[in-house]
């Protein structure tokens, strides 16, 4: 009789966190879809202040070359560790840069179907008002790639944790950590010169805490409780902080050798200092819930 008390225990949990009751029940899990929280490096990269003329860049592609599948230590998981995503995270930072005033992004990822498309509406307008027919502009084009990729995703780099029982009752924490690293480069299309590289890494924590309970309550009987909660940061938000930082880094990077001015020469000059100054500090790994992505480039490490 207690085992089926304990069965329909279990049932009536696993049917409240589960959701159960048909059609439109929510779960107690359940959360609505909200707008991305800015970190510490969005604020960063949306506040610089603007340049003296906006750049037009490009991007192509931003590819994931790791090559890494999703960690596991038991069995066989073929989902990447990383998101492929890294176009659409790059070129989202681009268009935040200085509240949008950096840079003008033009579409090349979708080229493609950008070219059917006005290829499309070009012989509409032909067939059905040749009289009055006016071809589309021509299209903007840049003057300065953005390539580049995430190009190293390291896990278990460290692991570790710490546990204690004492009389039937105690607990755990264990922990690990990854790094992702991005690079980003900027390509003029008049020389074909790498006038900027940039790479940057973030480090990624997951921890993980256990409690757990074993006693005789009396001779006949056994209390044996368990409780737990792991805390992983999502992959894909350290892979747009990154990215958010090597845009940073790579517009410090063109002021510092004059490929583009900021339109407040002094203050452009007060944050260059800051940047490379940033190098007279020792990295440091920092603990979980301040993890910050870390940039370095040849001149300076961040």
Known sequence: MLHGFRLQLLVVLACVLSGCGGPGTRSLLEEAPRVTDPSRTDVFLETIPPPRRKI???VYNFPDLTGKNEPNDTVAVFSRAVTQ?????LVDALRRAGHGRWFTVVERAGLASLLQERQIINATRKEFDADNFQALPPLRFAGLLMEGGIIAYDANIKTGGAGANYLGIGGDVKYRRDIVTVGLRVVSVQSGEVLTSVTTTKTIYSVGLNGNTFKYV???SILQAEAGVTD????QLAVRQAIDLAVY?????????????????ALGQRLISEYLQRDKFE???????AAEPVAR?????W
């Open 218 to 220: 009396t001779v006949n």
């Open 232 to 235: 992983s940061e999502p992959t």
């Open 85 to 89: 995503g890294g176009t659409s995270f």
């Open 297 to 301: 480039t040849a001149a300076s490490n």
């Open 249 to 265: 880094a790579t517009i410090m990077e063109g002021a510092r050798k004059n490929i583009w001015t900021f339109a407040d020469p």
């Open 283 to 289: 990295p440091t790994a920092p603990p979980p819930e």
């Open 56 to 58: 037009d860049v490009a």
